[in-house]
């Protein structure tokens, strides 16, 4: 009899362990399953997963477990594609979207187009005391409108209480950190704008009033200005220590310096660059702090690649990266914002706006 109990205590002592985890494997792939069937029904291929908030909207561990969990076992299924999570984070965090228990639908709208996804999966964790119940929903990006929901409800473990208990680094996803210089690394891209992804007139309201998505003969997007005459745009971008700026611009003819590209360092100094194209004869003509005009020939309606390079204390100006003049000052911290003017004018073909297809930071040593 003694030998009896003995056997079916070590058969308790190894199966509920089990239970637990099979319990809560079980009920994602219940939850999986219900995301999947309903993205089927409405045809959707493309999903991200937003992590997973408590009532409050907190980002807790337990909700980017949750999100991970789906992740993998949503792209398993081989019925869609599945954006890798690290990435949306980086991504929300670089264009401050606001994704929490109750998502902003404009953020869902630009997240869509940034990603190319077709449906966002987002949801909230509700603590009933023996267990927890994981409310799903998944929002079509074009209107920002719930298509489906799904729901389990998971025995609480002393793991799950576990991550229940501790708020993810990351707070809110609403709530920006302080950045750190260390994360930058040579040949990373620390900021990027690629107007393709938007529709025409959308607007980009980050970088001033009166901007937005517009299109030329050609069907190429750009950033342009509603404004007529010059208009200054700016954002706000952590810079690392040494970087290369760079636009893509396709820029009609003006005999004023009205186009100044200008960064901003953390004490609000300001490095200005006079850029400008003169279309008699059709030349850029560029000017750094304390040196001569120099110009450079201009190709007629084509995009041309202005380019800024930072290595210590020397500056660099590049056209289509082709050297044009260099400029040294050490007196400039890490720098913060950049700002410059877009020209609409009128008298010019599409509209007189400047065009600027796509604008890009990188890190470099």
């Known amino acids: 009899?003694?030998?009896?109990?003995?056997?079916?205590?070590?058969?308790?002592?190894?199966?509920?362990?089990?239970?637990?985890?099979?319990?809560?494997?079980?009920?994602?792939?219940?939850?999986?399953?219900?995301?999947?069937?309903?993205?089927?029904?409405?045809?959707?291929?493309?999903?991200?997963?937003?992590?997973?908030?408590?009532?409050?909207?907190?980002?807790?561990?337990?909700?980017?477990?949750?999100?991970?969990?789906?992740?993998?076992?949503?792209?398993?299924?081989?019925?869609?594609?599945?954006?890798e999570r690290q990435l949306l984070t980086k991504v929300i965090a670089e264009y401050k979207l606001n994704f929490t228990g109750i998502v902003d639908p404009e953020s869902v709208k630009q997240l869509g187009k940034i990603l190319g996804v077709d449906a966002i999966a987002c949801g909230t964790i509700a603590d009933l005391g023996d267990s927890i119940r994981v409310n799903a929903k998944l929002i079509r990006v074009e209107t920002a409108l719930i298509f489906g929901v799904?729901?389990?409800?998971?025995?609480?473990?002393?793991?799950?209480?576990?991550?229940?208990?501790?708020i993810s680094v990351s707070l809110k996803p609403n709530q920006e950190k302080e950045p750190t210089r260390q994360r930058f690394i040579d040949g990373e891209i620390f900021f990027r704008k690629d107007f393709s992804n938007y529709e025409v007139g959308d607007s980009l309201q980050s970088w001033g009033s009166g901007v937005v998505v517009l299109a030329g003969s050609?069907?190429?997007?750009?950033?342009?200005?509603?404004?007529?005459?010059?208009?200054?745009?700016?954002?706000?971008?952590?810079?690392?220590?040494n970087w290369i700026f760079m636009i893509m611009i396709k820029a009609h003819g003006c005999t004023r310096e009205n186009r100044r590209l200008r960064f901003i360092d953390e004490a609000g100094e300001e490095l200005v660059i006079n850029l400008w194209r003169d279309n008699v004869p059709d030349r850029w003509i560029v000017q750094l702090p304390g040196t001569q005009k120099?110009?450079?020939?201009?190709?007629?309606?084509q995009y041309h690649e202005i380019k800024l390079v930072k290595q210590g204390d020397l500056y660099k100006f590049f056209i289509?990266?082709?050297?044009?003049?260099?400029?040294?000052n050490n007196q400039f911290g890490l720098f913060k914002e950049v700002k410059?003017?877009?020209?609409?004018?009128?008298?010019?073909?599409?509209?007189?706006?400047?065009?600027?297809?796509?604008?890009?930071?990188?890190?470099?040593?």
């Open 1 to 83: 009899m003694k030998k009896v109990f003995f056997i079916l205590g070590l058969f308790t002592l190894c199966v509920i362990p089990c239970i637990s985890q099979s319990e809560l494997d079980m009920k994602l792939d219940n939850l999986a399953l219900q995301i999947t069937q309903t993205m089927l029904e409405q045809k959707k291929t493309k999903l991200a997963v937003i992590e997973f908030s408590d009532l409050n909207g907190n980002i807790i561990e337990l909700g980017k477990f949750l999100s991970e969990e789906l992740i993998t076992k949503l792209f398993i299924t081989g019925k869609f594609e599945v954006v």
């Open 150 to 166: 799904a729901a389990v409800e998971i025995y609480k473990d002393k793991d799950i209480k576990k991550l229940l208990q501790k």
């Open 218 to 241: 050609d069907k190429i997007k750009y950033m342009g200005s509603q404004i007529e005459g010059v208009h200054l745009v700016s954002q706000r971008i952590d810079f690392p220590q």
């Open 294 to 301: 120099v110009d450079f020939p201009a190709r007629e309606d």
């Open 320 to 328: 289509d990266s082709v050297y044009i003049l260099s400029y040294f």
């Open 340 to 365: 410059f003017n877009v020209v609409n004018d009128p008298l010019w073909k599409e509209a007189g706006s400047d065009h600027i297809t796509l604008i890009m930071g990188k890190a470099i040593k």
